[in-house]
């Protein structure tokens, strides 16, 4: 490999047209590399020969398989600290973030590993007579894989590992403002028993090389993440092709505290929930929806808790928020804060760019009071360390409050009392339902996925993942003798 961070095309690492530069959001004076950008001919060239590896990959043996995502998810776990550092570099979530992410993504190929195992088929007696049923699952085929920057290994892992589980080929989009974790995650995959042209990765920017992806007739099925304009375009490319298509959203979620819950409990639910990844979660908690009752009381221990978060460098000791992703994130939420400021709201911390040691795009995690749930700050995703309280008053103003948005990932509620938790856990309509927990943080053994605006297609992980990456087939035996 040369000074230029490679594409891995077919097999082998190859450099593009050209390249764009990587930098440090927690210290934009640190340049992290070079990263190819893919040519349409590179592009061209790895689905050619990701199609006819997929056949070949599709008759390992299950054991074989099961070995190579061991060995990925293996090795990502063993080197966390380093991965995580490195992404944490590039993306500016915490180190602990950071490193948490990468062993996740280990996670969930070693899960996938042992599914490898674990795909038994259905079978039936036929309606006639001396006929057998066999239902089972094959690969889809060639897969493309478009991964936003917010979770640049774990988002990746959880479709490529089961992409792969299934028997596909892989073309990986990432998102060109995280290529670093992208090629460190493929210099894994390079090196495992797979053919040539498995597993390509192919860098550049969504608009154009993204596209050409997404429109592309060799590609079977299409798994995406990121925002709701493009994931509405990418389904509007895969239907004249009609490819399958996956995608996770935006989300606008809700964190119910209600007047019976613990409040200390509810402050560092709604914290962690609303300024983990620097708010930069599809999880986010941004909507704080609270009972009257505790309303003062809950607002002054959270702002204090706000006031009290460490704001710094990535990877100094004792951050415990990081930069925004890019000057242009950076710019956005800013916009969102006169925006909130503007329709009403009042800003009772935070929510102001901050000039630290080193030349980021840091910004001081915010809180907005006196909001209501129609303005435009408690309706579109912001992305950012930006959370509104909504007061309420009570647990059916709540409810509706929570599900009044055209999004539907995930929602919470902290209270004592079992039987509005369950009808919460019943009646919120999201796609994951958390009750004393943040919004964000889920695992890797169970379907992932939300409603609305927030998902389209089937849901991801856990065994759910099935449905995505593969396609029925049903068998009609008969034995041969006269019928
Ligand atoms: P995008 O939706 O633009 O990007 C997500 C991925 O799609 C990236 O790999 C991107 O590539 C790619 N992409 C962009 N345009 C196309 C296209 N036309 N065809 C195919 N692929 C494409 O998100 P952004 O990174 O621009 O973030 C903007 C906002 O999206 C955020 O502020 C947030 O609200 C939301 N978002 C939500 C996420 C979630 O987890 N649900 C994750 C990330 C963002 P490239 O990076 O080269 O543009």
């Given at each position: 490999?040369?000074?230029?961070?490679?594409?891995?095309?077919?097999?082998?690492?190859?450099?593009?047209?050209?390249?764009?530069?990587?930098?440090?959001?927690?210290?934009?004076?640190?340049?992290?590399?070079?990263?190819?950008?893919?040519?349409?001919?590179?592009?061209?060239?790895?689905?050619?020969?990701?199609?006819?590896?997929?056949?070949?990959?599709?008759?390992?043996?299950?054991?074989?398989?099961?070995?190579?995502?061991?060995?990925?998810?293996?090795?990502?776990?063993?080197?966390?600290?380093?991965?995580?550092?490195?992404?944490?570099?590039?993306?500016?979530?915490?180190?602990?973030?950071?490193?948490?992410?990468?062993?996740?993504?280990?996670?969930?190929?070693?899960?996938?590993?042992?599914?490898?195992?674990?795909?038994?088929?259905?079978?039936?007696?036929?309606?006639?007579?001396?006929?057998?049923?066999?239902?089972?699952?094959?690969?889809?085929?060639?897969?493309?894989?478009?991964?936003?920057?917010?979770?640049?290994?774990?988002?990746?892992?959880?479709?490529?590992?089961?992409?792969?589980?299934?028997?596909?080929?892989?073309?990986?989009?990432?998102?060109?403002?995280?290529?670093?974790?992208?090629?460190?995650?493929?210099?894994?995959?390079?090196?495992?028993?797979?053919?040539?042209?498995?597993?390509?990765?192919?860098?550049?920017?969504?608009?154009?090389?993204?596209?050409?992806?997404?429109?592309?007739?060799?590609?079977?099925?299409?798994?995406?993440?990121?925002?709701?304009?493009?994931?509405?375009?990418?389904?509007?490319?895969?239907?004249?092709?009609?490819?399958?298509?996956?995608?996770?959203?935006?989300?606008?979620?809700?964190?119910?505290?209600?007047?019976?819950?613990?409040?200390?409990?509810?402050?560092?639910?709604?914290?962690?929930?609303?300024?983990?990844?620097?708010?930069?979660?599809?999880?986010?908690?941004?909507?704080?929806?609270?009972?009257?009752?505790?309303?003062?009381?809950?607002?002054?221990?959270?702002?204090?808790?706000?006031?009290?978060?460490?704001?710094?460098?990535?990877?100094?000791?004792?951050?415990?928020?990081?930069?925004?992703?890019?000057?242009?994130?950076?710019?956005?939420?800013?916009?969102?804060?006169?925006?909130?400021?503007?329709?009403?709201?009042?800003?009772?911390?935070?929510?102001?760019?901050?000039?630290?040691?080193?030349?980021?795009?840091?910004?001081?995690?915010?809180?907005?009071?006196?909001?209501?749930?129609?303005?435009?700050?408690?309706?579109?995703?912001?992305?950012?360390?930006?959370?509104?309280?909504?007061?309420?008053?009570?647990?059916?103003?709540?409810?509706?409050?929570?599900?009044?948005?055209?999004?539907?990932?995930?929602?919470?509620?902290?209270?004592?009392?079992?039987?509005?938790?369950?009808?919460?856990?019943?009646?919120?309509?999201?796609?994951?339902?958390?009750?004393?927990?943040?919004?964000?943080?889920?695992?890797y053994h169970v379907p992932f996925?939300?409603?609305?605006?927030?998902?389209?297609?089937?849901?991801?992980q856990g065994k759910a993942a099935?449905?995505?990456?593969?396609?029925?087939?049903?068998?009609?035996?008969?034995?041969?003798?006269?019928?």
């Amino acid at each position: 490999m040369s000074d230029i961070n490679c594409n891995f095309i077919a097999g082998e690492w190859v450099t593009g047209d050209q390249e764009i530069e990587n930098r440090n959001p927690s210290d934009t004076s640190d340049l992290i590399g070079l990263y190819a950008q893919a040519s349409r001919g590179q592009l061209d060239a790895a689905l050619d020969k990701a199609q006819r590896a997929q056949v070949a990959w599709a008759s390992y043996g299950m054991e074989r398989k099961q070995a190579v995502l061991n060995s990925i998810g293996t090795e990502l776990m063993a080197r966390a600290e380093e991965l995580g550092r490195l992404l944490s570099r590039e993306e500016g979530k915490p180190l602990a973030e950071g490193r948490g992410e990468v062993f996740r993504a280990g996670q969930f190929f070693t899960y996938y590993a042992a599914e490898c195992l674990r795909q038994l088929g259905e079978n039936a007696d036929s309606v006639r007579a001396g006929v057998e049923i066999d239902v089972r699952r094959e690969p889809v085929g060639v897969v493309a894989i478009v991964s936003p920057w917010n979770f640049p290994t774990a988002t990746a892992s959880w479709k490529i590992a089961p992409a792969l589980c299934y028997g596909n080929a892989v073309i990986w989009k990432p998102a060109n403002i995280t290529p670093a974790s992208a090629v460190a995650l493929t210099e894994i995959i390079s090196r495992q028993d797979i053919p040539d042209g498995l597993f390509s990765l192919v860098m550049g920017a969504g608009g154009t090389l993204g596209q050409q992806l997404v429109e592309h007739p060799s590609v079977n099925a299409i798994s995406f993440t990121g925002s709701v304009p493009v994931g509405k375009g990418i389904a509007t490319a895969a239907i004249q092709n009609l490819t399958k298509v996956q995608m996770e959203m935006g989300s606008k979620n809700a964190l119910v505290v209600l007047d019976d819950g613990d409040l200390d409990l509810a402050v560092s639910v709604a914290l962690g929930g609303a300024f983990g990844g620097t708010g930069q979660k599809c999880t986010a908690s941004s909507r704080l929806i609270v009972h009257g009752a505790v309303h003062d009381a809950f607002v002054e221990k959270l702002v204090a808790g706000v006031q009290a978060m460490k704001v710094g460098h990535a990877l100094h000791d004792g951050t415990q928020m990081g930069p925004v992703v890019s000057a242009q994130q950076l710019q956005e939420n800013l916009d969102y804060v006169a925006l909130g400021q503007s329709e009403g709201a009042e800003l009772a911390c935070g929510g102001a760019r901050l000039d630290l040691e080193h030349d980021g795009f840091y910004m001081s995690p915010g809180v907005f009071l006196n909001t209501t749930n129609d303005m435009r700050i408690n309706r579109e995703e912001m992305f950012a360390p930006l959370a509104a309280v909504i007061k309420v008053d009570g647990y059916d103003h709540a409810l509706a409050t929570v599900n009044d948005t055209n999004f539907g990932l995930t929602s919470g509620i902290v209270t004592r009392d079992l039987a509005r938790a369950t009808h919460f856990r019943r009646n919120a309509r999201t796609g994951v339902v958390t009750v004393n927990l943040p919004t964000a943080g889920t695992d890797y053994h169970v379907p992932f996925g939300g409603r609305g605006d927030s998902s389209y297609g089937s849901r991801e992980q856990g065994k759910a993942a099935a449905e995505f990456y593969t396609t029925v087939k049903t068998a009609y035996i008969h034995a041969g003798e006269p019928l």
